[in-house]
């Protein structure tokens, strides 16, 4: 037995505080994420929800899908799909500031998805942006960026999360997306089905879902705490 191969439950540690997901679009949460997200709620992480674009069905299935994944507090838009654009990212800026979170996860910037690839782009450079001391009087500085897979694999993630207790409750948020499962006749829960039982294999666990991590970037002086002590 390795057990060093034993996949990571958490992505912060206890004393952290709270995680930030923002996405493109209702049902990212779950199919990027669904897993880690109950499962950090249940472990008592507050996580809240970020989604730059929707309607009033979407949200509406959105609402529901949030609560069965235990979110904290979730921010809905009403905005066409394809309609993300350099103006979201003072919401995202001022959800930072707001939420404070110690880590956020978002879409890849290797995504099929044009709209995943815009969120990605917006949320970097929100991050950098929140954290500008000279800009923001109360700035804040995210430590962490966790990149998801939807329907495009990461060749490379270097993060695996265990999400084999917390996937019923996924699957059971995703089907909240009607409106979106009805038109794909199945293909969104069979593909997650089939992700997290083949990232699960390649974590020595049932299920898992895959992120890639992107540091923040922060070089100059301003910005809180520049510099550590220790490689982490
Ligand atoms: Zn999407």
């Known amino acids: 037995m ?42 008592g992480i507050d996580v809240d ?35 993300i654009d350099r103006g979201l990212e003072n919401r995202v800026v001022e959800a930072i500031l707001q939420w404070r979170p110690k880590s956020i996860i978002t879409h890849s910037e290797i995504d ?9 782009n917006i949320v970097l450079d929100a991050i950098e942006w929140a954290s500008h001391v000279t800009q923001f009087e ?15 694999l990461l060749s490379k993630p270097n993060v695996m999360i265990n999400v084999t207790d917390s996937y019923d409750t996924a699957l059971e948020a995703l089907r909240c997306h009607k409106s979106q499962m009805d ?19 390649q974590s020595a666990c049932d299920r898992a ?12 002086p301003f910005y809180p705490k520049n510099c550590t002590d220790r490689l982490e």
């Open 2 to 43: 390795i057990n060093n191969v034993e996949p990571r439950k958490t992505m912060n540690s206890p004393d952290d505080t709270s995680l930030l997901v923002v996405i493109a679009h209702p049902d990212d949460e779950c199919l990027g994420a669904g897993g880690t997200i109950a499962s950090h709620a249940k472990q």
């Open 138 to 152: 109360r700035a804040h500085r995210v430590d962490r960026v966790y990149q998801m897979e939807v329907n495009t």
């Open 112 to 120: 099929y998805n044009r709209n995943h690839v815009a969120c990605a």
């Open 209 to 220: 879902e895959a992120f890639c991590i992107s540091l923040p970037k922060h070089a100059g």
């Open 183 to 201: 038109k794909a006749d199945g293909y969104y829960e069979r593909f997650y089905d089939a992700r997290t039982r083949l990232r699960g294999v």
């Open 49 to 83: 929800l970020l989604c730059l674009t929707g309607n009033p069905v979407r949200n509406r299935e959105l609402e529901e899908a949030a609560k069965i994944l235990g979110v904290r507090n979730l921010l809905t838009m009403e905005r066409d799909d394809f309609a």
